[in-house]
C-alpha cells in the first residue's frame, strides 16, 4: 500500500548523534543496558501533531500563543512555536514509521485546553481573572520526528525515545506511547 509522504521539521539530531545519545554512558543509559539489555536498534518514527493558536488574559495582558498538541491520543508534551513552520522549514518524508491521527477534534481541544490551562496557572495563576481560553485549530497537520532505541535481550525487548526536535530523551511516558503503538 503506498502511503502519501508527510510534511514534517527536519529533525535536530542525526542518527549517529541517536546512537550516541542512546549508548552514551552515564546513569539512564547504564540502567537501561543493566536492567534491560544492550541497544540492538534504532529507527526514526514521526508523530502527527495538530496547531492551535490559544489566546488567554493574565492580569490586563492579551497573550496569544501557538501551541502542538499530538493527534493519536494527546498524551505527549504539548510543543510551542512562536510562529506556524513556514514551508520551506519543512522537509518530506516517505516512512512506513508514522503514526496516524485518531483524536476526535473535541477530544483534543478538551486535552489541549487542560494542558495550556497547567501551562499557564505556572505562569502567574493569581493573575488569571477566569479560565477561559479562545482555542482555534490552524489548517493542516505536521509530523514531529523522533529516535527509538530498542533494548533488549532474552526476547524482551523495550523502547527509548529521543525527541529529534529538543534533543532530548524523553520518559517513561513517551515510551509507553511508543511502545503501545508498535504492538498495535
Known amino acids: 500500500m503506498d502511503m502519501p509522504a508527510i510534511r514534517t521539521l527536519k529533525p535536530n539530531v542525526t542518527q549517529r548523534e541517536a546512537v550516541r545519545a542512546f549508548s552514551a554512558p552515564g546513569f539512564s543509559a547504564l540502567y537501561w543496558r543493566l536492567r534491560i539489555g544492550p541497544l540492538q536498534k534504532i529507527a526514526d518514527a514521526y508523530v502527527p501533531f495538530w496547531l492551535y493558536r490559544v489566546r488567554y488574559q493574565l492580569g490586563r495582558t492579551p497573550h496569544a500563543r501557538l501551541f502542538a498538541l499530538d493527534a493519536v491520543d494527546g498524551s505527549l508534551d504539548l510543543f510551542e512555536w512562536p510562529r506556524i513552520p513556514k514551508h520551506r522549514e519543512l522537509i518530506s518524508v516517505d516512512s512506513r514509521n508514522r503514526m ?23 505562569q502567574g495563576f493569581f493573575k488569571l481573572r477566569e479560565a477561559r481560553l479562545d482555542i482555534a485549530r490552524e489548517q493542516g497537520e505536521v509530523y514531529l520526528p523522533y529516535w527509538l532505541g530498542f533494548y533488549g535481550r532474552n526476547g524482551l525487548v523495550r523502547c527509548r525515545v529521543m525527541d529529534a526536535l529538543r534533543r532530548r530523551v524523553e520518559g517513561a511516558k513517551a515510551s509507553a506511547f511508543f511502545e503501545q503503538w508498535l504492538v498495535a
Open 100 to 122: 496516524l491521527p485518531s483524536l476526535t477534534g473535541e477530544r483534543a481541544e478538551e486535552i489541549l485546553r487542560e494542558k495550556v490551562l497547567r501551562v499557564v496557572f505556572q
